[in-house]
């Protein structure tokens, strides 16, 4: 089956610990997203690739990192610097970028908590 | 930049019921617009989407919406709700301008369909 999955669903750290979740897809989908998602507010873009080897920032990057070292895998860290990470993190991919059109297609989220 | 209002944060219906889910949009540029429905702890799946030609777009799970450039609204429709469309809808628009445009979400109207 192909799809989009991401780990862990839940995930507790530690204030001032950073983390990381995984992004992994079978789509082979060039452009790769994550968003945040709070109560109330929607989902909010923190990065996205629309290519190996290549990364943007979005609209909340700041206290975030991500890598893409490889087409399938987009991993995000959560660094000490974000101030209130705790939130619902979803990770989506489409086939191509940079495209007049694409559909996103989302994994199940990774719901983090900071203790 | 675009921008999108979701009317109305939470919408109670009874079931078998019509139901109406209101989006409105601000953009100077074209767009593609879409719905996307999540059930709780999941992910985004796409309901439907409007790219160009009739205005009256029908989804999966018997969902419709409307495209009124005029009004510039993309309002979703049910004529009749089940107990399982209890979630949470979203509505987002993207430009057409292709890889530059980013897809801009809605904060979320949650609908909970009563026996």
């Known amino acids: ?115 | 930049a675009q921008s999108v209002t979701q009317l109305d944060s939470q919408v109670p219906v009874f079931e078998e019921a019509p139901v109406e889910l209101r989006c409105n949009y601000s953009s100077s540029v074209s767009v593609y617009l879409f719905w996307y429905v999540q059930y709780p702890n999941q992910g985004l799946q796409l309901l439907l989407k409007y790219l160009s030609g009739s205005t009256l777009v029908k989804g999966i799970n018997g969902f419709e919406a409307e495209f009124n450039k005029s009004q510039t609204s993309f309002h979703l429709r049910k004529p009749s709700v089940h107990i399982s469309d209890t979630a949470e809808y979203f509505c987002a628009v993207r430009g057409t301008q292709g890889g530059s445009e980013k897809l801009v979400f809605g904060k979320g109207t949650k609908l909970t369909v009563n026996p």
């Open chain 1, 1 to 115: 089956d192909g799809g989009i999955t991401q780990s862990p669903k839940y995930l507790f750290r530690k204030e001032g610990q950073n983390v990381t979740l995984s992004c992994e897809q079978n789509l082979n989908h060039d452009a790769m997203y994550w968003y945040r998602q709070d109560p109330g507010q929607g989902l909010r873009l923190i990065y996205y690739s629309q290519i190996v080897n290549d990364f943007q920032k979005g609209d909340i990057a700041e206290g975030y990192s991500v890598s893409r070292e490889k087409k399938e895998s987009f991993p995000l860290t959560v660094t000490s610097a974000q101030k209130n990470p705790t939130a619902f993190y979803l990770c989506a991919s489409s086939i191509d970028g940079t495209g007049s059109y694409n559909e996103q297609f989302f994994g199940p989220g990774t719901r983090l908590t900071v203790l």
